[in-house]
């Protein structure tokens, strides 16, 4: 009796202990953006701030590029999720179920793509964006990023889970390829589709590397890019720490509400990688 | 038969994408010569890589200025890191029409063609500095107009001085006062000296043993010397001893941030330190002091930079106008009293000197200052160096110089 | 379902609704994947400067000397792409067992207790790469969170950022002759053995700690797995939790283990983000990585043939490792 509380206290000290890791980051990063930078300096580890000034905010509102960083990131974070989903469903839909010449190789190069490491790309992608003269535009930040294999991989998994019987009677009455698609296959979809939704949404939210050689012009910055130049900040500007923890506070707190309120599918989405090797 | 089929599947694909994408070809293939100049009221974009934002606003005001007198748009934008941004704007012809080069990467630009020459025949560039224009002349040809210039001195917190109980009187005019007066700043628990960890820094000691990393004609490399030698092992002596340390083990950007919060009681910076402390700092009281003499007298290093036009720009004629403006006699002596620098022109030093008393130290050094090294395709090997001198504190100092030896050797030959 | 139902009018309509349905995604990769990286194949066996267009005919044809360089050239292009290679070989020393190891053991913590602790682990794994770079650089400040912490404890924690020395050379101290004599690739033997450098520990600690999240779910779809009749049947017969941990949960985890270990292996060799942020590859070149070292040479050197050439040699690596796990996956199936 003894050893099982004994056994239980120490699982739950060892839960706790790793808890404060992989919170109280978070917690300082709060508390030090609303610190004064010479207070964030001299008590780096504290929760409360003292004193308390919201000097930081008004500074990245004001003072940096964020609004519109903010601006572009909402812009891309929706045509690109908006145009994932929808391309991966498609695509997805079509190697699953319909009959066509080339699915066979297509799927594989589908397997391939997704062996692409991104950081790779870099060089690559420059060119292209330049060769298509895309280059430094909305179109050269978005446009590349429409489509992803990982999405098509996804969605293809999921209806090949899916027993056919309901689109096959919509099929006999008559109903054309796209008509199903649109009005039987995706309702039905619907769980699959709030996943990839949420897994592209973090994805194109967080995306870095793309805007690095899409874009030069701090006008068309994401959030992460905008971030990345702040942070590597110039000569000069000191090490204002309230102000970067501040805007990357801001940059998170999106990701950060999705995922408290759609959770299971965050899990299911990663352990359904589980089942990919 | 099926992978067969899945190879030719992805050969045509691949043959209409190229296809494809050779229609839209966003490059400009023309010559720099032929890149459409458009006239009349201009959007002139201009990248700047700023000191901090005193400069930055103190461009971005004349900017403004002249944009309302000449009836055109001038957007100043300030680079994070030029190097890289003007790397690839230049790769993705899309440069900003004017923007800021360095002495150290001129010769990079010049010799790929992405500089407008525009300065041979600009008119009054007389007026500017003879040894500065050395630095922008490529093939014989000045490219472009040096915008201001600066050396490196000695700044000293004159609180934290008092504290270590120093006096005027100890303010170090060699190497060994520099040293002594060091410990005694270090004897009370003050970190004595912030130094960059660049050789833009560190450079200046080997100047005062009367060494370089390149021969005065810059085009070979001369690191490995008994000179160099000696000053390598001087600095190392200084951080290994904790009487220097570099700006990153102050938790600091750069020395001036240092110095500025009172982490060290001295630092080796150039102008510009004095308008990032007056915007950051205003409250911390110093003095500028000519850098300690070596073993072969006084050294330090001068830094310019010039005004480029993109040979690609649309806007040239009213780039070179908007660099007239900003390089005006009167333009060059608003920028010194914004963010410090001293003017280009010789016919604007005379009224800097009488404006500014207190940067004597500056314009004394001008007069003994070394240049950058200015050679193409030299910038990967003199990162290299810094990193060496990153490392400094427990490199061999031998090791470091023959490494920069080895591989400017390789650079400047090929 | 009977095929004859379809009727023949349907089937043709599914060729064409197929190839239109994979369209608008075929496109976008082939533009945007395939395509790139033939051009950039080609620009790797060039001198492009990054002048014009690389696909006319004024551009300098280096053949393969861009790869040369990188391997047999004994110059400063060979010896940083070897300094990167050995950086980031420490980088994934170190992470893919810590991860694995931490992800699984939280794993096994989580098990079957849901909720808040699943979220807490979980939650860094899907913030930014580049935020939470951002708080990590605070954390390790030199007078930052975790020095202060380390001070609690009465040690003085490292400069961490400006901090070139590898942990091998400060556990040995002065290297032995022999091992500085010889080099191989351009660097000493001593320099090949240097550990991670303690700025390359710092960002090896912020990745560990956001990956371990996602690995610990994929742990945890796996222990739900096991056949809760298999650790009934080890109670009964009197096995401690380690027994039982041992000899029937951890071999039913094998697979997804295996999963993890590889994802980890090919994950590590991409570290880019992080570098950017962080470090720049500095100092003194120890957390060049290989990813950054291409990013840097093609639009900081303005060398874009080596810079796509070391990504070309990254990619090999990479595909190498995928392969491996993809086939060894079906040896096992």
């Not at chain 2, 920028?335 to 008393?357: C, E, H, I, L």
């Not at chain 2, 070394?370 to 504190?393: E, H, I, R």
């Not at chain 3, 985890?253 to 500095?282: A, E, K």
Request: overall charge positive; some cysteine; aromatic content about 10%.
């Amino acid at each position: 009796m003894i050893r099982t509380l004994a056994s239980r206290f120490l699982g739950y000290a060892i839960l706790i202990f790793f808890a404060l890791v992989f919170l109280y980051p978070f917690v300082i990063q709060i508390a030090n953006s609303f610190k004064t930078e010479a207070n964030a300096a001299a008590n780096p580890l504290s929760p409360i701030p003292s004193p308390f000034t919201d000097d930081s905010l008004t500074r990245i509102f004001e003072g940096t590029g964020f609004p519109t960083w903010l601006g572009n990131s909402v812009l891309v974070t929706v045509v690109v999720t908006v145009g994932r989903v929808l391309f991966g469903s498609m695509a997805g839909y079509a190697l699953s179920r319909l009959q066509f010449r080339g699915r066979k190789a297509l799927f594989a190069g589908l397997i391939a793509a997704m062996a692409v490491p991104p950081v790779v790309l870099l060089i690559p992608k420059f060119l292209v964006l330049n060769q298509l003269g895309l280059y430094n535009s909305y179109a050269g930040l978005i446009v590349p990023l429409l489509a992803d294999a990982t999405g098509v991989f996804v969605m293809k998994q999921f209806f090949d889970s899916v027993p056919v019987s309901v689109e096959e009677a919509a099929r006999i009455d008559g109903a054309g390829v796209l008509r199903t698609f649109w009005s039987v296959v995706l309702p039905m979809a619907k769980p699959a589709l709030i996943t990839l939704t949420i897994l592209m949404f973090t994805g194109s939210w967080n995306e870095f590397p793309h805007t690095l050689v899409a874009v030069q012009d701090p006008s068309l910055f994401t959030l992460p890019r905008g971030l990345a130049d702040l942070v590597s900040g110039s000569l000069g500007s000191g090490t204002q720490y309230p102000l970067k923890l501040g805007a990357a506070l801001l940059a998170t707190i999106p990701v950060a509400i999705i995922f408290v309120v759609f959770q299971r599918y965050f899990v299911r989405d990663a352990s359904a990688g589980a089942d990919k090797g | 038969m099926n992978g067969l089929r899945g190879a030719a599947l992805a050969a045509v694909l691949a043959g209409s994408l190229v296809a494809a994408s050779a229609c839209g070809s966003g490059f400009d293939d023309n010559g720099s010569t032929t890149t459409q100049q458009s006239a009349g009221p201009a959007d002139l974009k201009i990248l700047i890589a700023s000191s901090g934002p005193a400069e930055t606003k103190a461009v971005q005001d004349a900017a403004a200025q002249w944009a309302t007198t000449s009836g055109s748009k001038a957007t100043v934008t300030p680079a994070q890191d030029i190097v890289q941004q003007l790397g690839q704007a230049l790769a993705g012809s899309t440069p900003p029409d004017v923007f800021y080069v360095d002495a150290a990467r001129f010769a990079d630009y010049a010799s790929v063609g992405a500089l407008e020459p525009y300065a041979q025949s600009m008119p009054g560039v007389e007026a500017f500095l003879p040894n500065l224009k050395q630095s922008f002349t490529y093939q014989d040809k000045l490219y472009c107009v040096p915008k201001d210039t600066s050396t490196l001195a000695l700044q000293i917190n004159t609180d934290l001085w008092q504290k270590a109980g120093l006096t005027d009187a100890d303010i170090p005019t060699s190497w060994e006062q520099l040293r002594s007066a060091a410990q005694k700043i270090k004897a009370k628990g003050i970190t004595p000296l912030a130094i960059g960890d660049t050789r833009d820094r560190v450079g200046a000691f080997l100047v005062q043993a009367g060494g370089y990393w390149v021969s005065p004609d810059g085009k070979q490399a001369t690191a490995d010397s008994p000179q160099n030698v000696e000053a390598l092992t001087y600095v190392q002596g200084l951080l290994k001893d904790g009487l220097a340390k570099y700006p990153k083990a102050m938790d600091a950007g750069w020395a001036g941030e240092a110095f500025g919060k009172g982490k060290a009681a001295m630092a080796i910076e150039g102008n510009w330190i004095k308008g990032a402390l007056e915007a950051d700092f205003p409250n911390i009281k110093y003095t500028v002091k000519e850098l300690p003499a070596g073993p072969k007298g006084k050294g330090t290093l001068s830094f310019t930079q010039c005004w480029g036009i993109a040979a690609k720009s649309q806007f040239k004629q009213q780039a070179v106008a908007f660099v007239q403006s900003m390089t005006s006699a009167d333009q060059q002596l608003a920028f010194s009293k914004a963010f410090g620098v001293m003017p280009s022109r010789q016919d604007a030093q005379a009224t800097y000197q009488q404006q500014n008393p207190d940067d004597a130290a500056f314009v004394a050094g001008a007069q003994y200052a070394q240049g950058p090294v200015n050679a193409p395709k030299m910038d990967s090997v003199l990162a290299d160096l810094d990193t060496g001198l990153q490392g400094l504190q427990t490199a061999d100092p031998k090791a470091v110089l023959q490494r920069f030896d080895k591989n400017a050797k390789s650079a400047l030959g090929g | 379902m009977p095929r004859g139902i379809r009727g023949r009018g349907i089937r043709g309509n599914e060729r064409a609704a197929g190839w239109l349905f994979v369209a608008p995604a075929v496109m976008i990769l082939g533009l945007f994947m395939l395509l790139p990286i033939l051009m950039a194949l080609f620009v790797s066996f060039t001198r492009w400067n990054g002048q014009g267009s690389p696909f006319t005919g004024s551009v300098p044809f280096a053949g393969v000397d861009n790869y040369t360089r990188l391997f047999t050239d004994d110059g400063l292009t060979r010896h940083d792409f070897m300094t990167s290679i050995r950086n980031n070989a420490y980088y994934v020393f170190m992470v893919v067992p810590i991860q694995t190891v931490l992800a699984l053991g939280l794993a096994l913590v989580v098990n079957k207790r849901r909720g808040f602790f699943r979220t807490a682990f979980y939650f860094p794994s899907v913030t930014s790469s580049v935020a939470i770079s951002v708080v990590f650089l605070f954390l390790f400040a030199n007078g930052g969170a975790i020095n202060a912490i380390l001070a609690v404890f009465g040690v003085r924690g490292p400069q961490w950022f400006s901090d070139p020395r590898g942990l091998v050379h400060l556990i040995v101290g002065d290297p032995p002759a022999f091992l500085v004599e010889h080099s191989v690739f351009g660097l000493t033997w001593w320099d090949w053995l240097s550990g991670p450098s303690v700025a390359m520990c710092a960002i090896i600690t912020l990745v560990v700690w956001t990956t371990s999240g996602t690995f610990m779910v994929m742990f945890l779809a796996a222990l739900q797995n096991v056949p809760v009749q298999l650790e009934e049947a080890g109670r009964i017969d009197g096995a401690t939790r380690w027994q039982l941990l041992r000899h029937v949960i951890l071999p039913q985890l094998r697979p997804t283990t295996f999963l993890v270990v590889t994802l980890g292996l090919i994950g590590t060799w991409q570290v880019f983000d992080q570098i950017y942020v962080m470090s720049q590859g500095n100092p003194a070149k120890t957390t060049l990585t290989p990813a950054f070292l291409s990013y840097r040479t093609a639009f900081r050197d303005f060398d874009y043939g080596a810079g796509a050439a070391i990504s070309f040699v990254l990619f090999l690596i990479i595909v190498l490792l995928t392969l491996l796990q993809r086939r060894l996956t079906r040896e096992r199936d």
